[in-house]
């Protein structure tokens, strides 16, 4: 059964870092695309970082310069390396891992098909 599983939430202090961990058992992950979202309180989710299979990134203008996606196909893994955190940052963060054979093409949560619970991001000011 496929399942998608974040880790590595929490709180810290404005201009602090955290890394976020995501495990999906999919199979062929390396043949998916996979990326990142959120939602903060009161907002709509937000995609903000998606990962071609080669590798290749693009991000929301919101987090660019600050946030780091990468993936690890030999370990099903996702990452995302947010420094220069905000207040504006916090929020729930989620993983997801598109259709196999779906091209990574624009970051919208219709793209997804597979998606991991969750893990809560707090920044305070």
């Known amino acids: 059964q496929a399942q998608v599983v974040e880790s590595g939430g929490g709180s810290v202090q404005a201009g602090g870092s955290l890394r976020l961990s995501c495990t999906a058992s999919?199979?062929?992950?390396?043949?998916?695309?996979v990326a990142w979202f959120r939602q903060g309180p009161g907002k709509e989710r937000e995609g903000i970082a998606m990962?071609?299979?080669?590798?290749?990134?693009r991000y929301a203008v919101s987090v660019k310069d600050r946030f780091t996606a990468s993936r690890d196909n030999s370990k099903n893994t996702l990452s995302l390396q947010m420094n220069s955190l905000e207040p504006e940052d916090t929020g729930m963060y989620s993983c997801?891992?598109?259709?196999?054979?779906?091209?990574?093409?624009?970051?919208?949560?219709?793209?997804?098909?597979?998606w991991g619970q969750g893990t809560q991001v707090a920044v305070s000011s």
């Open positions: 997801a891992a598109g259709k196999l054979g779906n091209a990574c093409t624009t970051l919208v949560s219709g793209n997804f098909a597979y």
């Open positions: 999919l199979a062929y992950y390396n043949s998916r695309c």
């Open positions: 990962i071609d299979r080669d590798g290749s990134t």
